[in-house]
């Protein structure tokens, strides 16, 4: 069991909807793992104060919608998740503002920082404790240390529920995924005119 775990990621965990906490909800894939994180993101921001990224949709439509964006992107690969996931919001509101990043070799550091406020994707490298033979992505929703080894808490699509797994080289990409609404500016009468 984690020993330590930060404020804003218990708030995530308890689900307890209160001003200014988050609230995350994972859903199981029903076909590729790239396509379920990115449509697991999206419905995280979508419960969290963007409600047009999924409203009046359930979970599989932002799944299905997402998967035919990736396609047209050119597939299941990395590099294809920041326009899908740029293309999916500008779809839904184009009030809102979306940052995507892919890194690479991602530090430990740089995913237990960003998930502090947001979840993140993480990938799994061949290799990894998910797969001998393939990659795999997840969610990252937080991280911690368990006996004496640094964690990541993920959602990895194959349950509606957190895992923990233990940090490694296997640990191969991290995609930011950081969104704000656009403001609306007022014109405001000048008050040396007066």
């Known amino acids: 069991m984690f020993q330590r775990i930060s404020y804003a990621l218990k708030k995530v965990f308890y689900r307890k909807k209160a001003v200014g906490q988050m609230e995350y909800e994972p859903n199981p894939q029903s076909g590729n793992c790239i396509v379920a994180s990115i449509s697991n993101i999206l419905w995280f921001w979508a419960k969290n104060g963007y409600d047009s990224l999924a409203y009046g949709m359930s979970f599989r439509e932002v799944e299905a919608a997402v998967d035919a964006l990736i396609l047209y992107?050119?597939?299941?690969?990395?590099?294809?998740?920041?326009?899908?996931?740029?293309k999916y919001v500008k779809s839904k509101d184009r009030g809102y503002f979306v940052k995507v990043k892919n890194r690479k070799r991602p530090k430990f550091s740089r995913v237990k920082k960003e998930t502090v406020r947001r979840p993140c994707l993480l990938g799994f490298a061949v290799g990894s404790p998910f797969s001998g033979e393939v990659g795999h992505m997840t969610v990252c929703v937080g991280t911690g240390v368990s006996d004496g080894k640094d964690c990541c808490r993920i959602m990895d699509g194959w349950s509606a529920s957190v895992t923990e797994k233990p940090w490694g080289e296997y640990n191969d990409f991290i995609a930011t995924v950081r969104m704000s609404k656009r403001r609306k500016f007022a014109l405001r009468p000048?008050?040396?005119?007066d």
């Open 73 to 86: 992107e050119g597939g299941y690969a990395n590099v294809n998740i920041p326009a899908t996931i740029k």
């Open 190 to 193: 000048n008050p040396a005119s």
